[in-house]
């Protein structure tokens, strides 16, 4: 197994130095489009890319029409994330044709698979490069051969165990919420999934590099910061044997400010009490540091046969266990899932253990899939594949159960005060605002938009399946 390796000082100047070389060849003044699929790496990753893209000269376009550059950042978890990625791929060769000068890169998960590599190779000659989830940090590099040397590149490493620190980050201006990567890659092997494939081995980033990024955001005002990771609860820095992602909580809670912290994804395998009792020490409030009242808690089948041959190495038993020691600890925690319907031999009785096991938590929502094979995984070799039609009817029943259960526990909040943070302008009802909760719902209210940015509280009159109708009480 590879060592992570934290890129050195003169590794990432390289790259700045690549950043400047580019921007003398074209002069700046350049446009760049990006189009970003995939889970919330990825759209960190592209607030890198175009970071990287802005000290280059590109600056953000809506219009790929308009674009000098334009980057994919693509997606692998599911076949319909990868169609997508190259339909939209496919699109942009009338780009080309409009503009030959256009530069076109495909990045991310989908790139970094072999098969895929060879296919775009032949199928799309139009794209001048592509660049592994591993390899971002060398778009500087990248771009600047294609300019020059006016070939097609290839940059791929799925092994590369490296952490860039330091580079460029584009954030949406103004905007009250930010990703922080605390870790990358996977080591979990779940039978299904491609992620560990393509994103390489578990590494973490040092606590100093995490806390002083939050820091910054801080006082830059953002109020809401989710920390990312495959699997946050290994974070383990090299060095610190005894620290892991409870200690970097709790140091974050300690940074003054104010501001909420959640955190994605966490493995059920690695969950322990003292995560949990950190959160239930550290609730959100004014003028403090503190962590959001939900968590996000994958638990992907009911059934103790189907963890095992998904290689999840938890049980039942377990899973309910840190369920209830959360709710316990934490009363007002708003638990959320990820579901696969239709693994490889799951029967009848066995997908009906994952709808009890939905009725015995009450999630608050459930973000449920329908399996997809993936080249190169083990389960994607397993006799007993489920034909599509019963996959898709599984999938329907399991949405109707937890429709049901979400509404429920939406009309729960009916009659009771909460605290949100006004995000915006409604995007159903432009006279409205809507504030998130600290469970994360939203709470749409009549209201003055001087209030965007602010802690307030609500009184809530209604609910919906997926949202909360309110009244504005005052501010925090
Ligand atoms: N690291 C995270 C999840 C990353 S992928 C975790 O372990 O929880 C997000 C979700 O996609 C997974 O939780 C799983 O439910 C789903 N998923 C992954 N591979 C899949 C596949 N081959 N088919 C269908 N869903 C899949
Ligand atoms: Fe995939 Fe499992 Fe790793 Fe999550 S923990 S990214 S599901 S292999
Ligand atoms: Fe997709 Fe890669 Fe994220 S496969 S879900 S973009 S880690």
């Known amino acids: 197994m590879k060592k992570s390796v934290i890129l050195s000082k003169e590794e990432i100047s390289k790259q700045y130095k690549f950043m400047s070389d580019v921007k003398s060849i074209t002069g700046g003044n350049k446009k760049v489009y990006i189009q970003t699929f995939g889970c919330q790496q990825n759209e960190a990753d592209s607030e890198r890319l175009l970071g990287m893209a802005e000290q280059m000269g590109y600056e953000k376009t809506a219009d790929p029409k308009q674009a000098d550059l334009i980057l994919v950042n693509t997606c692998a978890v599911r076949e319909h994330a990868e169609l997508k990625a190259l339909s939209i791929t496919g699109g942009f060769k009338h780009c080309k044709e409009a503009n030959p000068e256009l530069i076109i890169g495909v990045c991310g998960c989908m790139v970094s698979q072999e098969h895929r590599i060879n296919d775009i190779k032949k199928r799309y000659p139009y794209i001048n490069f592509l660049l592994g989830t591993t390899l971002i940090h060398r778009l500087p590099e990248t771009l600047y051969e294609t300019l020059t040397q006016k070939k097609r590149i290839f940059r791929i490493d799925s092994d590369a165990c490296v952490i860039a620190e330091d580079l460029p980050v584009k954030r949406e201006p103004g905007k009250a919420d930010a990703w922080v990567s605390v870790m990358y890659g996977c080591n979990n092997f779940c039978s299904y999934c491609i992620v560990p494939y393509v994103r390489g081995r578990e590494r973490s980033r040092e606590p100093e590099a995490v806390l002083s990024e939050i820091k910054a955001l801080i006082k830059d005002g953002v109020k809401v910061i989710t920390l990312l990771g495959q699997n946050v609860n290994s974070y383990s820095p090299a060095g610190r044997e005894n620290y892991g992602f409870a200690d970097l909580l709790s140091d974050i809670c300690r940074l003054d400010g104010e501001a909420v912290i959640s955190f994605m994804t966490s493995h059920p395998k690695d969950a322990t009490e003292r995560l949990i009792d950190v959160i239930a020490e550290n609730p959100p409030k004014k003028n403090k540091v503190g962590i959001a009242r939900r968590f996000h808690l994958p638990l992907q089948s009911g059934s ?152 307030a509280y609500f009184y809530v009159e209604k609910a919906e399946a997926h949202e909360l109708f309110g009244r504005f009480i005052k501010k925090d």
């Open 304 to 455: 103790d046969r189907i963890l095992k041959a998904m290689n999840r190495h938890y049980d039942i038993e377990r899973y309910l266990y840190l369920v209830d020691y959360m709710k316990k600890k934490i009363p007002d925690i708003a638990i959320t899932s990820d579901i696969i319907v239709g693994f490889p031999t799951e029967t009848e009785e066995e997908f009906l253990e994952t709808l009890e096991i939905l009725k015995r938590v009450r999630f608050d929502n459930v973000y449920s899939f329908i399996y997809s094979r993936r080249n190169g995984t083990p389960a994607a070799e397993m006799d007993g594949q489920i034909p599509e039609d019963i996959k898709g009817e599984r999938l329907r029943r399991l949405l109707d159960v937890q429709t049901a259960i979400g509404k429920e526990k939406y009309l729960d909040s009916v009659g009771k005060t909460v605290r949100a943070l006004v995000e915006d302008v409604s995007k159903t009802d432009g006279a409205r605002l809507t504030a998130r909760t600290e469970t994360n719902r939203l709470i749409h209210f009549e209201g003055d938009a001087s209030l965007i940015g602010d802690y």
